[in-house]
C-alpha cells in the first residue's frame, strides 16, 4: 500500500513538473519575440534548456531514464 502510494505520489508530481515546464516554455517563447539583439542568443539558450528539461521529465515519465 504504502509503494502504491509513493508511486501516486510520484506519477502526481511528475505531471505537475510538466505542467509546469509547459508553462516555462511558453514564457520563454514569448521572451524570444520580445528579445533582441545581443540578448537574443541568451534567451535562445535558455529555451534549448528549458526543452531538454521537458524531454528529460517525459523520458521519466514514460520510465526511459537511464539508469547508468
Given amino acids: 500500500m504504502l509503494n502504491e502510494t509513493r508511486e501516486g505520489e510520484r506519477r502526481e508530481t511528475i505531471a505537475e513538473l510538466s505542467d509546469l515546464f509547459l508553462v516555462v516554455q511558453e514564457m520563454g517563447r514569448r521572451?524570444?519575440?520580445?528579445?533582441?539583439g545581443d540578448a537574443?542568443?541568451?534567451?535562445r539558450e535558455l529555451n534549448e534548456l528549458l526543452?531538454?528539461?521537458r524531454i528529460q521529465i517525459t523520458r521519466i515519465k514514460d520510465g526511459t531514464v537511464d539508469k547508468g
Fill in 40 to 43: 537574443y542568443a541568451q534567451v
Fill in 31 to 36: 521572451l524570444a519575440d520580445e528579445t533582441h
Fill in 51 to 53: 526543452h531538454q528539461v
